[in-house]
């Protein structure tokens, strides 16, 4: 009973373990199917018995798609399929960056679950496995970075680029800051996030009233005076109204 219970626990490669199920079903009633043809079976009961095994087979591999899909949508923290989106924007000591281009035919860097598309956006879409799955934290683990509280690691098209605090910016100490733009009843306002690496992105496809995250490595400040492009768009169309932009001295 643990073994079935293990095979049918849904993982980080929950995918892959289907499309491995199926493809294994599929090579084994291909192998039947070959053994009927070469055999030429003339009676009715051998005949039934290679229809029960291919039926016995696409049965069990239906069941266990229901199943293990089942499974993890009631394991999931969403209870289901989500499509968050978040925006963020990356300073380097006053230098924006920005992350390492998309290719193939995927267009994207990170997983199916957790990536983004050379769109500066942070992109949830799937069935969340955990509670983390939305963190900014796992965003950047997903796209093959690193952030937490005190450092961040970018892969962009020149390579790696660290910010750590401590570091220097212009022959001073920095450190790394991250601010948050939200909107609600149509009105964005800023804060300053401390533990931006557990930060869970808010709820929403669209952008806004999705996240805004601006990262900063530089002087410590209690404001931000950047903005997502998505933020500054919905102000000209007149869908928001935005507080708290005044450029810092």
């Not at 899909?69 to 399929?81: A, D, E, F, W």
């Not at 006053?94 to 390492?100: C, K, P, Y």
């Not at 952008?207 to 410590?220: L, M, N, Q, T, Y």
Request: charged share 15%; with cysteine; hydrophobic share 45%.
């Amino acid at each position: 009973m643990e073994y079935i219970v293990s095979i049918l626990k849904p993982d980080t490669s929950f995918i892959f373990n289907q499309l491995l199920i199926v493809a294994l079903a599929a090579a084994v009633i291909f192998f039947l199917v070959l053994i009927t043809i070469f055999l030429k079976p003339q009676k009715n009961s051998s005949k039934a018995i290679f229809f029960l095994l291919i039926s016995i087979v696409i049965i069990t591999t239906t069941v266990y798609i229901i199943i293990g899909t089942v499974t993890l949508i009631q394991s999931s923290p969403t209870k289901g399929p989500v499509h968050w989106h978040a925006d963020f924007r990356i300073f380097n000591c006053g230098t924006e960056l920005n992350l390492l281009d998309p290719d193939g035919l995927s267009n994207k860097i990170g997983t199916a679950l957790v990536h983004e598309h050379g769109d500066n956006r942070v992109h949830i879409e799937g069935i969340s496995e955990t509670e983390n799955t939305a963190s900014l934290e796992n965003f950047w683990s997903a796209i093959g970075g690193f952030l937490d509280n005190n450092m961040m690691r970018i892969p962009t098209n020149g390579g790696i680029i660290e910010m750590k605090n401590g570091n220097l910016c212009e022959g001073r100490e920095a450190v790394l800051q991250a601010f948050l733009w939200s909107t609600e009843n149509t009105v964005a306002t800023q804060k300053k996030l401390s533990l931006f690496a557990d930060y869970i992105i808010s709820p929403y496809a669209l952008v806004p009233p999705g996240d805004c995250v601006i990262f900063e490595f530089g002087a410590p400040k209690e404001r931000t005076e950047y903005i997502c492009e998505q933020y500054t768009i919905a102000k000209v169309r007149g869908d928001i109204t935005i507080k708290s932009l005044n450029p810092i001295p």
